[in-house]
């Protein structure tokens, strides 16, 4: 039987978009055994939705896409749109979510096995070159039934497209961009999360150690992790602060102790989990303890 040749720069891929009603985000997480595809697949605009465009990709589903849904066309009358006039619509492969909730999908006729795609309320998962459909059905299943933020179910969702063959090819790139209205760093924009693993042996859990350190870092405080600093806890700092040698081993001031921990708050870059003089995040002092560890 005479089988289609992969070209080297198609890029099969696998990805999810998703959003959340409760917190107004909007995400796209993808895969591939392609360079950097987070670079290429992913767009997204809070307050109006979030594509993956793949296969021969075209980026001008993406840019296009978010200005059509932006004038109030839902995805599919976006994907009937842009697809119209495309030439090689059949090797495309896109998936789209609005604000709203509504989605879409479409995978070209000419896109190589597997390839396909399921939509549904407030997501849509597709994938090309995969090893079978189930790699869609266990995605669709996770990101519906799994709990987290938006960021933490597109990656368990793409994880899970892994665990069930993911792409056939192999791997090698992952992303992951979530935007919120002024969630960027310091509220000047709505890029949210993003993140990529551009060349990976593991890209997907690479990916979620990404994301866990964007939590730790960018994350405002959980009240119940807020401890008081005294006691055997003031202690433990100090010597921490020590070792890492923000202090020497002299009798200090309160001030001075002080001083050197709000240094490494700084230094370190926990500006999100700075408190009050007295004060400090449970996840700051788990940090500092896995710093010394390292150290010793």
Known sequence: MNQKRIPKDFVNTFSIVGFDPQTGELGVAVASKFLAA????????????????????????????????????????????????????????????????????????????????????????QGNILTGENVVKAMAETFQHTSGDLAERLVKALQAGEEAGGDSRGKQSAGLLVVKENGGYGGYDDRYIDLRVDDHTSPCLELERLLNLHALYFKKSNP????????DLKEELLQHLISLQYLNDEQVSETVFFEALNSFHLIENFDERIQEQGWIDRKVVEFMERLVSRED
């Open 224 to 231: 119940e992790d807020i401890l008081k600093v005294e006691g």
């Open 38 to 125: 987070g670079a290429l697949v992913p767009w997204a605009k809070a307050g109006v939705g979030a594509i993956a465009t793949q296969s021969w990709v075209n980026v001008g589903y993406g840019k296009n896409g978010l200005e059509l849904m932006a004038e109030g066309k839902s995805p599919q009358e976006v994907i009937d749109f842009l697809t119209a006039d495309d030439g090689m619509k059949e090797s495309r492969q896109v998936g789209m979510v609005d604000v709203k909730g509504r989605s879409a999908t479409f995978t070209g006729s000419d896109c190589f096995e597997w390839a396909g795609g399921i939509a549904g309320e407030n997501f849509a998962c």
